[in-house]
Nanobody, 127 residues
């Protein structure tokens, strides 16, 4: 049974930091590219960050570039999102997702390219 379980969300003041974790099971984690997406109230879910299967390459949405860092530990089947300098506009439910790596692309930014999704974790940034 495939599972992606996010944790680490919570309430933080603007300028603060949080580190999200996503523990994966039920599939060959090291063969999947991983991503983080978020959905704010009343808005569509959007791409945040993605990392290649090896962890050697990553990409970010412009809105989080320089503030967020995605990483992974294939020994622990876990992907992380370190979020610094948080802003109220970062408030959202954050989802991790897994995309089968077909050997053509290092990572994926489109939701349709992802095969598995977690249930999400709430991040609230107060001003």
């Amino acid at each position: 049974q495939v599972q992606l379980i996010e944790s680490g969300g919570g309430l933080v003041q603007a300028g603060g930091s949080l580190k999200l974790s996503c523990a994966a099971s039920g599939f060959m984690f090291s063969r999947y590219s991983m991503g983080w997406f978020r959905q704010a109230p009343g808005k569509e879910r959007e791409f945040v960050a993605a990392v290649s299967w090896s962890g050697g390459s990553s990409t970010y949405a412009d809105s989080v570039k320089g503030r967020f860092t995605i990483s992974r530990d294939n020994d622990k089947n876990t992907v992380y999102l370190q979020m610094n300098s948080l802003r109220p506009e970062d408030t959202a439910v954050y989802y991790c997702a897994a995309a089968w790596n077909n050997g053509v692309y290092l990572y994926y930014v489109t939701q349709a390219q992802y095969d598995y999704w977690g249930q999400g974790t709430q991040v609230t940034v107060s001003s």
